[in-house]
């Protein structure tokens, strides 16, 4: 059968090799991101295969994105999978150094943007009683590490909703499911560093990442089990990546003893 798809982000990474991989099994693509020109491009390589629909959008303006989905063509105004995927990372700053309006946008596109986008797209789903989610979060929604704060944060709230997401729609035909990567390389570190290019590179030096096209093979997958099972959370590293010990700062025994 073939399925509409709703992608946010889809002009580059993970965003952008869904579009690809959907395409290449016959499903329709809805394509959602800032970067217009970027879109047009993919629809053209695309659209001899597949339906494609296009919206250049910033997904934080509740006004466009409301006014968007309302008027998408009767042929994808409810897609069987939406793969909210749009977020961000800004900055590796410490909390009580980190930029106040770093912190909002982050929230705004990872949470806000996130929860909008599904409350639009749900009675549609629940009405015809089929349909997946599919949300983009992160191996920062479960350990923390310096500098991910907030970014952390919003990746754990990605992981939450989704999980309540699974218990209000219980006894109706549509799925939930969080993908939550590790390393991997996209634009992901060119975006945090704010087009620092080396800082961007340094993140990735001496590993073997995952890369986007490891990450659209999983959601396919994720959306292609039989009807009867759900992925609940897939968290995926690559083999260079793993957890590290508790740290533990033995200056501050000395610093109350004084």
């Not at 977020?87 to 410490?94: I, R």
């Not at 310096?146 to 309540?164: L, W």
């Not at 990546?241 to 025994?253: E, H, I, V």
Request: overall charge negative.
């Amino acid at each position: 059968m073939t399925r509409t798809v709703l992608i946010t982000g889809a002009s580059s990474g993970f965003g952008e090799a869904c579009a690809r991989k959907f395409a290449a099994s016959g499903d329709n693509l809805v394509l959602m991101a800032r970067r217009l020109e970027r879109l047009d491009r993919l629809q053209t390589e695309l659209s001899g295969h597949v339906r494609v629909h296009t919206v250049g959008i910033d997904l934080t303006d509740a006004d466009a994105l409301t006014q968007a989905v309302q008027t998408l063509p009767d042929w994808c105004r409810t897609p069987d999978i939406l793969i909210n995927n749009a977020g961000l990372a800004l900055g590796l700053s410490s909390a009580h150094e980190a930029d106040m309006q770093d912190w909002e946008t982050m929230i705004n596109t990872n949470i806000t943007a996130l929860v909008r986008m599904t409350r639009l797209l749900l009675p549609g789903m629940v009405a015809q009683n089929r349909g997946h989610i599919i949300n983009v979060g992160s191996t920062a929604g479960n350990w923390p590490y310096p500098g991910g704060n907030v970014y952390g944060a919003t990746k754990a709230f990605v992981q939450q909703f989704s999980r309540e997401l699974r218990a209000d729609l219980l006894g109706k035909n549509i799925k939930v499911s969080n993908i939550e990567p590790g390393l991997a390389e996209t634009e992901f570190s060119l975006v945090r560093f704010k087009q620092d290019q080396s800082k961007a590179d340094t993140v990735y030096d001496g590993t073997q990442p995952l890369t986007a096209h490891d990450i659209a093979d999983i959601i396919y997958w994720v959306c292609s089990v039989p009807p009867h099972v759900n992925i609940n959370a897939m968290e995926i590293m690559p083999l260079c990546q793993a957890w590290g010990p508790l740290k533990t700062d033995r200056s501050m025994a000395a610093s109350a003893s004084t």
